[in-house]
Nanobody, 125 residues
């Protein structure tokens, strides 16, 4: 019923920038909290940035001052602007969103947490 698709990853040199997008599709009524997570090889997935439906934002200490999360509610899209990238920012970046949606087959609204398939970010010289 709901799909999240990330894009914008790639290979970048240290100090460079990337902008990730997470587009939600489906019969979406509302996106509540949404966040970006990343997983480096051999490490656990970690929270990078979170934005609530009211616009409150939290960042991992490691990205504060360099990354900016934002959302476009009209487009059901969440962004992550990443500046001053470091080697340790390398990883698979995932989008997660708490979504209220409707169904073509049932009356009412439903709510669930969804993940995208991930987009690779590689910072290398």
């Amino acid at each position: 019923q709901v799909q999240l698709v990330e894009s914008g990853g790639g290979l970048v040199q240290p100090g460079g920038s990337l902008r990730l997008s997470c587009a939600a599709s489906g019969r979406i009524d509302r996106i509540h909290d949404a966040g970006w997570y990343r997983q480096a090889p051999g490490k656990q997935r970690e929270l990078v940035a979170l934005i609530t439906s009211s616009g409150n934002i939290n960042y991992a200490d490691s990205v504060k001052g360099r990354f900016t999360i934002s959302r476009d509610n009209a487009e059901n899209t969440v962004y992550l602007q990443m500046n001053s990238l470091k080697l340790e920012d390398t990883g698979l970046y995932y989008c997660n969103a708490d979504v209220t949606y409707t169904s073509a087959y049932s009356i009412g609204r439903f709510r669930g947490s969804y993940w995208g398939q991930g987009t690779q970010v590689t910072v290398s010289s």
